[in-house]
């Protein structure tokens, strides 16, 4: 079979890791593009050299590693800075996305699913997907849920939202949404819809069809060179 992509992304605080848990309980295969990128930093690999290169030692916590919270606060104020970050780790991150959807694919998996935080304010990865699903909540819901997992004064919340997409933004984008506003069975029952609406897809049916006649036409290529050669 010919599996698919799926994007999947949300905002700061929106619940997307809920999501992605019971999409796991399901058995479904999750890349997460955020820890892919946790990875490819990691000390003597190309992209952690690079950093070292672009920023200074001065990120560097004492064990060599790159200091995350550093880093994140010279980027965020600093767009030129995370330009410069994205371009330097973006094409290793996709390649070892690349590695993962392989793996998947051999594997032989109906679909993947690519948890990517920016996927829609990046927009190049869009045109690989087949569907896309935001999970979304109301803003008001999402400054508070912030507020309390960071700790944070409401200016500080506002600040951090502001910096993303807005949702209402995304929502218009994907292809679909689920509504993390309320409690995480009503979330959970979404995600099992959702689980169910791509399994039964016929994306890509001819895709697999035609994948599935030239397979059985070399099949049948084979047997008849391997008669020939056996008499």
Known sequence: ?????????????????????????????????????????????????????????????????????ALGNIIFSQPEKRQLLNAITHPEIQKEMLKQILKYFVLGYRYVILDIPLLFETKRLTKFMKHTVLVYCDPQTQLARLMKRNGLSQAEAE?????????????????????NSGDREGTRRQVLRLHARLEASLDFLWVRLAVGAAVAGLGGLAFLLLQHYIS
Not at 159 to 169: I, N
């Open 1 to 69: 079979s010919t599996m698919f992509l799926v994007g999947l992304s949300g905002g700061i605080a929106s619940g997307k890791s809920t999501v992605v848990a019971v999409l796991r309980e399901l058995g479904c295969a999750v890349i997460d593009a955020d820890v892919i990128a946790r990875e490819v930093v990691q000390p003597r690999l190309k992209a952690y050299q690079q950093i070292v290169r672009a920023f200074g030692t001065e990120i560097l916590l004492e064990s060599g590693e790159i200091n995350r919270e």
């Open 159 to 179: 600040a951090r939202v502001a910096s993303q997409l807005p949702l209402d933004e995304k929502r218009r984008l994907a292809t679909h949404v689920i509504d």
